[in-house]
T-cell receptor, first 113, second 114 residues
């Protein structure tokens, strides 16, 4: 099993450009998450999904959109990138319905200039 | 609002020393988890504690959940350079607006010098 994979690993965008980050998991997990990690800020939840076709806002959802059309995939979109969105983005998935123990992908490092 | 406070934020020690990292909250959690993250990688789950007062050991690492389920600690005995990394605690709550998600602490960066 590959676990949780993220595409791409690195990306540089200019302000105003758009892009989509792809997360895929092969563990048949119900729950999927997108986080951003900035120095000194820990992990902050952007959006999450508790099942195929469902999405919900996390702590810092502004400027991002998500879709979960297939159970195994969770897409994170930036419609008009801003320098404040420079960060490392992590996708995670979980199968535990009470403890939500999470399996993380390797991350995507995004720089917006 | 940071619901889980970790301390210390940074820890730099010599190989062989012992250390404790704390994770505190004013809220009650259904479970507390600890993750370790190495540079350039995603966090990896170390342990989950679910019962107040529970103690779990993972080789030289000892994890404890507070009796009131509001706090947790991670103790490392005889630290080694391979223990270097970012340690994150995370809590889950049953139901309501917390359904389906974790609350993470801001992390403790541990550096163990040979």
């Amino acid at each position: 099993n590959a676990g949780v994979t993220q595409t791409p690993k690195f990306r540089v965008l200019k302000t105003g450009q758009s892009m989509t980050l792809l997360c895929a998991q092969d563990m048949n997990h119900e729950y999927m998450y997108w986080y951003r990690q900035d120095p000194g800020m820990g992990l902050r939840l952007i959006h999450y999904s508790v099942g195929e076709g469902t999405t919900a806002k996390g702590e810092v959802p502004d400027g991002y959109n998500v879709s979960r059309l297939k159970k195994q995939n969770f897409l994170l979109g930036l419609e008009s990138a801003a320098p404040s969105q420079t960060s490392v983005y992590f996708c995670a998935s979980s199968y535990r319905k009470t403890t939500y123990e999470q399996y993380f992908g390797p991350g995507t490092r995004l720089t917006v200039t | 609002t940071q619901l889980l406070e970790q301390s210390p934020q940074f820890l730099s020690i010599q190989e062989g020393e012992n250390l404790t990292v704390y994770c505190n909250s004013s809220s009650v959690f259904s479970s507390l988890q600890w993750y370790r993250q190495e540079p350039g990688e995603g966090p990896v789950l170390l342990v989950t504690v679910v019962t107040g007062g529970e103690v779990k050991k993972l080789k030289r690492l000892t994890f404890q959940f507070g009796d009131a389920r509001k706090d947790s600690s991670l103790h490392i005995t005889a630290a080694q350079p391979g223990d270097t990394g970012l340690y994150l605690c995370a809590g889950s709550k049953a139901g309501g607006t917390s359904y389906g998600k974790l609350t993470f602490g801001q992390g403790t960066i541990l550096t163990v010098h040979p």
